[in-house]
Nanobody, 119 residues
Framework: QVQLVESGGGLVQAGGSLRLSCAAS????????MGWFRQAPGKERLFVAR????????YYTDSVKGRFTISRDNVKNTVYLQMNSLKPEDTAVYFC????????????WGQGTQVTVSS
């Protein structure tokens, strides 16, 4: 079992940038595909980005493509979400998640970090 802790959220003006971090416990971080999700008030939790075990393959939801970049450092046991050109619609609680297989549900979740983008 892995524990995930997000950090780096905050308040930023539209057009600004934030870099979220997700620190994982244990020595098996490299065994997990990692994802970022977000949940805005009154909305369901939605997929944002994912990255494979080695970090060589990434995928993004259309609304963030070209603005967000997911990356990972398997030595530091950390996954990142670089968010540029932020929009008010990006305001949400952002969650880091882990799964062992692309055919499995994301089993492990962090507590979330708040991102607020003002207009």
């Amino acid at each position: 079992q892995v524990q995930l802790v997000e950090s780096g959220g905050g308040l930023v003006q539209a057009g600004g940038s934030l870099r979220l971090s997700c620190a994982a416990s244990g020595r098996t971080f490299g065994s997990y595909e990692m994802g970022w999700f977000r949940q805005a008030p009154g909305k369901e939790r939605l997929f944002v980005a994912r990255i494979n075990r080695s970090g060589g393959t990434t995928y993004y939801t259309d609304s963030v493509k070209g603005r967000f970049t997911i990356s990972r450092d398997n030595v530091k046991n950390t996954v990142y979400l670089q968010m540029n050109s932020l929009k008010p619609e990006d305001t949400a609680v952002y969650f880091c998640a882990a799964r062992l297989s692309s055919f499995a549900d994301y089993k492990y979740w962090g507590q979330g970090t708040q991102v607020t983008v003002s207009s």
